[in-house]
């Protein structure tokens, strides 16, 4: 099942955002996530907030009218914010949504915040759920860059992950979304699969490069509790990820990239440009403001992070009863800022300003340095940046500078 969500204080239902969340909202960067919780089924690995049809109480049509009456709410909260510079639809599946109900969500963004020039819109999809014909609808109504989970190019891996696609239809699909004019076109990979060699992930990573994407992402397998495939190891049937496994794939995984002149932003991302990088996630990570759309979907605006309650009915009720579907939030402090700023600027190849750091933050820094975790040039010239070693024990670097 879905991860629970985290505890947090009651979110008032007008939605309303404290006066210090407001202060300055124009002047920051803002983006929208929309969560469409639907899957045709559910992958063993997942435990992401998703459902499939007989599992949601929810018609895929009135989740359509719920996001948007959300969005309406959204605009009677935040009219002051924008324009915007990102979207991203996820879940879930959302290209299991007409391309007209997906073009009907973005268009009621436009007309509440105004999409900034050059926006990127982007769409998750997987390889099934899109053909010829609904990408260049997507594409027409304005989405920029599509991101299909591809996972692996082995058809046993897919069949431990529960994945529906064939091996070679991620990469078929992301020529089709090239053909339709998609800018941008990503390719998720997973690796450390139980059962996957080292010779399906280079060959993974091989379809993944001569696809002729300008992005990949790869994540390491993460056995989340109540996931099918938790079950699984815990019987005994399949063996638990190695880490050691893990670090070897990385390192394959950066050696292909790389060489296929796709370089690292983040440690699990790689784009062959600047202008291919996710601006999305990029938001995220370096502290952004955006409004979660749908069941489950957290927002983040000016230090005030809130989510939605997760049952696709429930969230539908609430809006139509005309209350806010926050089932919590927080207001974070300067610390807690601070300790995210570290965690996740530190994953950037960009890094973490050395005079930000805090306490024994600059002490652990040289330390990481000298021990070849950060590199040296850029630590001459006051950033954090990781080394390749370093990426492999990036958490471990990130607690050491925050202790």
Not at 180 to 203: C, K, Q, S
Request: one cysteine or more.
């Amino acid at each position: 099942m879905p991860a629970t969500l985290p505890d947090g204080e009651p979110v008032p239902t007008s939605g309303e955002l404290p006066a210090t969340a407001l202060d300055g909202v124009r002047e920051r960067d803002f983006g929208v996530y929309l969560h469409v919780p639907f899957c045709a089924s559910r992958c063993g690995y997942c435990d992401f907030n998703t459902y499939t049809p007989t599992e949601s109480g929810l018609a895929q049509g009135d989740y359509v009218s719920a996001a948007l009456a959300e969005i309406e709410l959204a605009r009677r909260v935040l009219p002051q914010a924008g324009p915007v510079r990102t979207v991203f639809v996820g879940g879930g599946t959302p290209t299991l949504l007409p391309p007209d109900d997906l073009a009907r969500l973005l268009d009621a963004v436009d007309r509440t915040w105004g999409l900034a020039p050059g926006a990127e819109v982007t769409t998750e999809a997987n390889p099934e759920s899109v053909d010829q014909d609904s990408l260049a609808r997507l594409r027409k109504a304005g989405f920029t860059r599509i991101s299909l989970g591809m996972q692996s190019a082995a058809a046993h891996v897919l069949r431990v992950l529960d994945r529906k696609h064939t091996p070679g239809r991620a990469t078929a699909a992301a020529a089709e979304a090239r053909e339709a004019g998609f800018e941008h076109v990503n390719l998720d990979l997973i690796y450390g699969t139980p059962g996957e060699t080292a010779d399906d992930f280079e060959a993974s990573l091989q379809a993944a490069v001569t696809a002729g994407v300008d992005h990949v992402s790869a994540y390491s397998l993460i056995v989340e509790d109540g996931t099918r495939l938790a079950a699984r190891i815990r019987r005994g049937e399949v063996p638990m990820p190695s880490d050691d496994v893990a670090a070897d794939r990385y390192l394959a995984a950066e050696a292909a990239l790389s060489g296929a002149g796709l370089g690292w932003y983040e440690v699990s991302n790689w784009a062959a440009s600047d202008a291919a990088r996710c601006a999305h996630n990029l938001l995220y990570w370096t502290g952004g403001d955006w409004w979660g759309i749908g069941p489950g979907a957290h927002s983040h605006v000016g230090g005030v992070r809130w989510w939605n309650v997760k049952r696709p009915a429930h969230y539908a009720k609430l809006l139509a009863d005309g209350h806010s579907p926050g089932a919590g939030r927080e207001l974070l402090s300067a610390d807690d800022q601070y300790v995210e700023d570290v965690m996740l600027r530190l994953r950037l190849r960009d890094g973490y300003s050395l005079a930000h750091l805090r306490e024994d933050g600059p002490a652990a820094a040289e330390r990481a340095t000298m021990d070849g975790l950060l590199d040296a040039a850029e630590y001459a010239n006051g950033r954090a940046v990781l080394t390749l070693r370093g990426r492999l024990l990036a958490d471990a670097v990130i607690r050491d500078l925050l202790t």
